[in-house]
């Protein structure tokens, strides 16, 4: 049995998306800044994904703004508060401590060029709360940026509170929603949200498209120069059809939402319930308030690397965390920000389900991870420590 269970990394291209993509690479492949038909075409195509896309997140189309993904939205949200910021005379921005690199690098960037940068503790409930926000605010402060939902440990943010507490104090308030788009009822202006970054990709869309959801007043930065498209704010020729994959993808995910959700949470806390009966195990993320296909854990005594190797050729396909940090010897700065001892963080298990998996593929997870756990604990010479009582269990 082959089980994809990475779904936070990204997910397979849905047949919706890719029967929407598919006339955009050999019928309609007019360049939409063309005049011909050919290139109006496109562009209507074009303006048509933008208008849909703004129905769903409840902006206008004029809001949306594509990109080449979660990433380039983040660096362009930031960077757009960022000149915000100069212009006003404020120099402070508030973020979470386990938010994705996307946003904790380009805050980096910042630090360098002298802003100065608040990161949030996430260690009570594996999460932040509104009033962190309110008291970490200064007259100084210019963006607030906290992520939706965590890709690593799963718990999902206070946003409409957050966004509140913004917009009583006047200062920007940016997400990076890119987990929670297409899995979570979202409306930007219900959410309170001034920007807002998505990924095509993580929800049964195409990799390479995202969108950048910026509200109207706020003036986007160019993080590149060139043509006038996307208003001249992201030049560069459309990604036409990966935006119309992304819209299909976007409005079928919102479309089955409720029923998806329901059976997910189902697989979701099975698998929950089933790893914990693992000696020696923790939960990581938020319990309540957890999107509806992460299960995360760390296991003492055992290396994520080698759970994973094993887990593969089992045919489970998992993840230690984040795609983005794997290869790196280092452990999850998600997992040391909620305060998780590096022993412990280095043997750390992401399952990431959606709607395609299967009761029997999580009979299959649940036999192949206990069994995998107890050989590698069984070939750990830090296990025996443990066992003979020469070293403290953590948990
Ligand atoms: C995947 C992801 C990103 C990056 O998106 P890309 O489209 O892969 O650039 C950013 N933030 C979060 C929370 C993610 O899960």
Redesign the pocket.
């Known amino acids: 049995m082959q089980v994809y269970a990475d779904n936070?990394a990204t997910t397979r291209v849905s047949r919706t998306a890719l029967d929407a993509m598919l006339p955009y690479f050999d019928t309609i492949y007019g360049n939409p800044s063309s005049l011909h038909s050919a290139g109006q075409r496109a562009k209507e195509a074009l303006e048509d994904a933008r208008e849909r896309i703004a129905k769903v997140l409840g902006c206008t189309p004029r809001e949306v703004y594509f990109t080449?993904?979660?990433?380039?939205a983040?660096n362009m949200a930031i960077r757009s508060a960022g000149a915000y910021g100069l212009r006003n005379g404020k120099k402070h921005i508030i973020s979470t401590a386990f938010e994705?690199h996307?946003?904790l690098h380009t805050l980096k960037a910042l630090e360098k060029e002298g802003f100065e940068i608040t990161l949030l503790d996430v260690s009570q409930d594996h999460n932040v709360t509104a009033d962190q926000v309110r008291q970490a605010i200064r007259p100084d402060t210019c963006l607030v940026t906290c992520?939706y939902a965590?890709?690593e440990i799963g718990s999902i943010l206070p946003i409409r509170e957050i966004g509140a507490v913004c917009k009583e104090a006047g200062v920007l308030f940016h997400t990076?929603a890119?987990?929670a788009v297409g899995h979570l009822p979202i409306n930007v202006k219900a959410d309170g949200v001034d920007m807002l970054?998505l990924?095509?990709?993580?929800f049964h869309g195409p990799?390479g498209v995202?969108v950048l959801y910026i509200r109207r007043g706020l003036a986007p930065a160019n993080l590149i120069h060139g043509g006038g498209q996307e208003r001249g704010k992201r030049p560069g020729t459309e990604n036409l059809p990966g935006i119309m994959g992304m819209a299909a993808a976007l409005e079928e995910a919102v479309a089955h939402m409720a029923e998806h959700t329901e059976k997910v949470t189902a697989l979701r806390d099975k698998l929950i319930a089933g790893l914990s009966q693992i000696p020696h195990s923790v939960l990581n993320g938020d319990p309540v308030n957890r999107l509806p296909g992460n299960v995360h854990f760390c296991f003492e005594g055992i290396e994520g690397e080698a759970l994973l190797l094993l887990l593969d050729a089992n045919g489970v396909c998992a993840s230690s965390g984040s795609a983005c940090t794997s290869g790196s010897l280092d452990p999850s700065h998600v997992l040391l920000a909620i305060g998780r001892p590096h022993e412990i963080a280095h043997g750390s298990l992401r399952l990431s389900l959606c709607a395609e998996n299967t009761e029997e593929e999580i009979d299959h997870i649940l036999k192949v991870v206990p069994e995998v756990v107890t050989l590698l604990r069984n070939m750990s010479p830090v296990w025996k420590d443990l066992e003979s009582g020469k070293r403290q269990y953590i948990i």
Not at 68 to 72: A, I, P
Not at 199 to 202: A, R, T
């Open positions: 936070a080449s993904g979660g990433t380039e983040d994705h996307a946003v992520m965590n890709n990076d890119v987990q970054s990924s095509g990709h993580k990799r995202g």
